[in-house]
């Protein structure tokens, strides 16, 4: 009798314990991720210049259960927000088309619809645009260059390009005083005039990555780096009495001239998040990532591991723009072990998959199995009618 009550009793408490822990666990696995859409300035849709285009985004992400717009207004130096700093031809033309400003109507439409909108801001790079505001107010000088004294931009030289693709646009040099200081004006104007954005979402805030890439400056002989802007290249040697465009000479050289790199993306990021955070604490900060850690620490030196580990930033979006399923969930998975106590986001290639759906759904369904902390689509031209009706 006493066996069979103790039986009894220890059965209670193997599946009581279990019922307890399912219990425990089925909130957090039925908890919706953040979903949210980029919305380019490129878009054929041209959302924001009609009063109807802003409704119609919003209808849209409605239907696919969209709560985040990252909305773009800063490109290539050009500001298509109501900016007193920099050029807004772009701005005034869709306000012009619309008869109003349609950024107004839509941070209100979407604060009605429970839907946040952030400020999507291109930090350091500037396109192909050599007449942007901050190139004619400071001069070349504030470019980045590679070991060779070369931009970003690709050559007329092909020969000089034969063995790498570099990505053919220029990039500010994140280790001047001055792009840093312009770079804060700009954040700041924009917070201050549309205080209705939920927050600021970061781009190219990184160094130049060509392919094939080179880890680290042990290896600059056999590929590109950045860095060598005249100011960065100065400051550097004044603080270590290294200079850099003679030559690197041992292993601790090497480290301190990457670690120096890196801290000058770090800093510029934690500027930025301060300010915002000072305007308002409620204020979000995030950044569009490379994926692939190894890749964004060595090469481009975005440390954005240590962004997260530090809580400068709020989250980051890692740009996992694939067709290869196997792929993008083998860099997920070691991605998300950087999380801490913070969010990673992960941002699809729509674009790539709007002609193949059941590439999209089974790439959607792979990803939120993973868990992140949201997704975020790329872009809105290719929200097509199949992939609204998925995500419904």
């Known amino acids: 009798?006493?066996?069979?009550?103790?039986?009894?009793?220890?059965?209670?408490?193997?599946?009581?314990?279990?019922?307890?822990?399912?219990?425990?666990?089925?909130?957090?696995?039925?908890?919706?991720?953040?979903?949210?859409?980029?919305?380019?300035?490129f878009s054929s849709k041209r959302m924001l210049y009609s009063e109807q285009g802003v409704?119609?985004?919003?209808?849209?992400?409605?239907?696919?259960?969209?709560?985040?717009?990252?909305?773009?207004i800063?490109?290539?130096?050009?500001?298509?927000?109501?900016s007193k700093?920099?050029?807004?031809?772009k701005y005034d033309q869709m306000v012009a088309s619309a008869g109003l400003d349609t950024l107004d109507l839509l941070l209100r439409e979407a604060g009605q619809n429970n839907i946040k909108v952030f400020a999507w801001v291109n930090i350091l790079g500037l396109g192909k645009n050599e007449k942007a505001d901050i190139l004619n107010k400071y001069g070349r000088?504030?470019?980045?260059?590679?070991?060779?004294?070369?931009?970003?931009?690709t050559s007329n030289n092909l020969e000089l390009d034969k063995y790498y693709l570099r990505e053919d646009m220029i990039f500010l040099e994140p280790g001047d005083p001055k792009v840093e200081a312009y770079i804060l004006t700009i954040i700041n104007e924009i917070i201050n005039r549309y205080p209705l954005f939920s927050g600021i979402h970061l781009d190219y805030m990184?160094?130049?990555?060509?392919?094939?890439?080179?880890?680290?400056?042990?290896?600059?002989?056999?590929?590109?780096?950045?860095?060598y802007g005249s100011v960065n290249v100065e400051r550097f040697r004044e603080k270590t009495g290294i200079n850099v465009l003679d030559a690197l000479n041992n292993e601790d050289e090497y480290l301190a001239w990457d670690n120096w790199r890196r801290q000058q993306v770090t800093e510029l990021v934690r500027k930025i998040s301060s300010l915002v955070k000072v305007k308002s604490p409620s204020l979000v900060v995030s950044c569009a990532v490379i994926p692939v850690v190894e890749r964004a620490y060595s090469n481009a030196f975005q440390d954005w591991s240590v962004w997260l580990e530090e809580g400068i930033i709020d989250y980051v979006v890692l740009m996992s723009y694939t067709k290869d399923n196997q792929f993008i969930k083998e860099t997920i998975k070691s991605s998300l072990g950087h999380r801490g106590k913070r969010k990673i986001y992960v941002g699809l290639g729509a674009y790539l998959m709007k002609d193949a759906p059941d590439l999209f759904f089974n790439q959607f369904r792979l990803v939120s199995d993973l868990a992140p902390d949201g997704i975020v689509l790329y872009s809105i031209d290719d929200l097509t009618d199949q992939i609204i009706s998925y995500l419904n």
């Open 1 to 41: 009798m006493k066996n069979k009550i103790l039986l009894i009793f220890l059965f209670c408490c193997i599946f009581g314990f279990k019922t307890v822990q399912a219990e425990d666990v089925q909130p957090q696995a039925q908890a919706s991720a953040a979903r949210g859409i980029w919305v380019s300035v």
């Open 55 to 72: 409704r119609n985004l919003i209808s849209q992400c409605n239907k696919a259960k969209i709560n985040e717009i990252y909305l773009q």
């Open 74 to 82: 800063f490109q290539s130096g050009n500001a298509y927000y109501d």
């Open 85 to 89: 700093i920099c050029d807004k031809t």
């Open 141 to 153: 000088s504030i470019l980045t260059r590679d070991q060779y004294q070369r931009t970003s931009k």
């Open 206 to 227: 990184r160094y130049p990555s060509p392919v094939p890439f080179v880890p680290g400056s042990r290896f600059n002989k056999f590929g590109l780096t950045y860095g």
